[in-house]
């Protein structure tokens, strides 16, 4: 791959990584991108920017003026002359100031007028980097759509062993080769997504639930989103965050409250992806104090929940396409075709309980995506973002040809 005419803005912190940012460069320029060095006035303490101007044939840029003439650097021309922004390596310093909006240097300040995706790649000591207020800044960064390229566990420069190594340049240059080839096959469509359990509530402090983690929907709300979707996701209960900025979120607690959400919202969508684990049955009654525990045996009694793909698949119209979801444990494939067809479906994505690192909590699964034609496709185990990559290529194979 190739980073041809790609214009990049590199970030240089005061970190002793700093001089792994040399190789970043010059990998950089010799994949053919233009590269715009800005540096911290710490960085320049770790690596000179002699070395930096060297390697990308661009005087590299610090201070808000240079002192000898007055020239003002323009961070606005430079945050939107870039395609991408890498600040790597990053330390906790500049992590925290990113968050707040501290612009006192010239590369918090590029940062904050960047149009383009920034990747932060952080460096430090192993327990700088697990401190809560880091680990807090990084999720912040991240749900301000930044990506963040975690760093690696080994022998840090402190003589520590533990994660905080930046990760090596060869592979931060793969991770944005990777993102300019990313293709944006949903660019323009929305796409609503269901994920995680539903709780059937029994009284104010016991429901019904199953043990979805919602990786699967989460890992296709971000694989929509980067294909260029606007995402809505209509999460059950769960524990995950969402990172991309183009996705909405809708939080949920019952499959009554899902039902709604989606059938209020399926018809500004041009795809929906159904992928929770929708309780079946919900209690009779939710009964309004704490169940108290007797002698006797408990029945309760459960009335069936509203289906809700079946629901979407009754108002479908002709330019909306639908996927669903299957879980099985015995004739996987009869089961999953008899959905597809009740459930007027496009396709549906079957996952086998008896497959090794398929189906709950694992961040791995291996599905069969089968088609309306009878066409089945397997695939091998992979992680989520993976399959979820294979399903938005599916999908994007659909909504292209309505
Ligand atoms: O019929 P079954 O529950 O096995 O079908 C699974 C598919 O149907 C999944 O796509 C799931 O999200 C969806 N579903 C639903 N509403 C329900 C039950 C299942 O949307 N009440």
Same mark, same amino acid.
């Given at each position: ?19 792994? &940012? ?31 101007? *060297? ?32 600040? &790597? ?92 080839? /990313?293709? /944006? ?33 989460? *890992? ?34 019952? *499959? ?54 079946? *629901? ?83 999908? &994007? ?6």
């Amino acid at each position: 791959m190739s980073l041809k005419g790609k214009h990049i803005v590199l970030g240089i912190t005061g970190s002793i990584a700093a001089y792994k &940012a040399a190789y970043l460069l010059r990998a950089f320029v010799k994949k053919g991108a233009e590269v715009q060095v800005v540096i911290t006035p710490a960085g320049k303490e770790f690596i000179t920017p002699v070395t930096l101007s *060297a390697l990308s044939g661009k005087p590299v840029v610090s201070e808000f003026f240079t002192a000898n003439d007055g020239t003002w650097h323009s961070h606005v021309d430079l945050g939107l002359w870039a395609d991408v922004m890498v600040i &790597a390596p990053a330390t906790a310093s500049t992590i925290g100031k990113m968050v707040h909006g501290i612009a006192d240097n010239m590369l918090i300040t590029t940062y904050l007028s960047a149009k383009a995706p920034v990747f932060v790649a952080p460096a430090m000591d192993l327990d700088m980097f697990a401190h809560p207020s880091t680990q807090h800044n990084l999720d912040m960064l991240r749900s301000y759509g930044n990506y963040i390229i975690e760093p690696t566990s080994g022998e840090l420069a402190s003589h520590l062993e533990g994660k905080g190594r930046m990760e090596e340049p060869d592979r931060i240059v793969a991770i944005i080769e990777e993102f300019f080839a /990313q293709k /944006q096959v949903l660019a323009g469509k929305k796409v609503m997504i269901t994920a995680g359990p539903t709780y059937e509530k029994l009284d104010p402090v016991r429901f019904i639930g199953n043990y979805s983690s919602g990786k699967m929907g989460f *890992a296709i709300a971000e694989a929509c989103a980067k294909a260029g979707a606007d995402v809505t996701l209509v999460a059950g209960p769960v524990s995950l965050k969402t990172v991309h900025p183009a996705i909405r979120r809708i939080d949920v607690e019952s *499959a009554d409250e899902m039902y709604d959400a989606v059938v209020s919202e399926f018809g500004h969508h041009n795809a929906a992806i159904m992928c929770a684990a929708v309780a079946d049955y919900k209690p009779a009654t939710c009964c309004p104090e704490k169940m108290k525990r007797s002698a006797d045996d408990m029945t309760l009694q459960l009335v069936p929940n509203r289906d809700i793909a079946a *629901a979407v698949g009754a108002i479908k119209r002709d330019d909306q396409c639908l996927v669903g979801f299957a879980l099985e444990t015995n004739n996987e494939e009869v089961n999953a075709q008899s959905k597809l067809e009740k459930k007027n479906l496009d396709f549906i994505v079957l996952n086998s309980l008896q497959d090794p690192g398929a189906g709950f909590r694992c961040d791995t699964n291996k599905v069969t995506i089968i088609e309306r034609d009878g066409i089945s496709t397997d695939y091998p185990c992979k992680s989520k973002a993976e399959v979820a990559k294979d399903i938005v290529e599916k999908l &994007a194979e659909y909504i292209n040809r309505k």
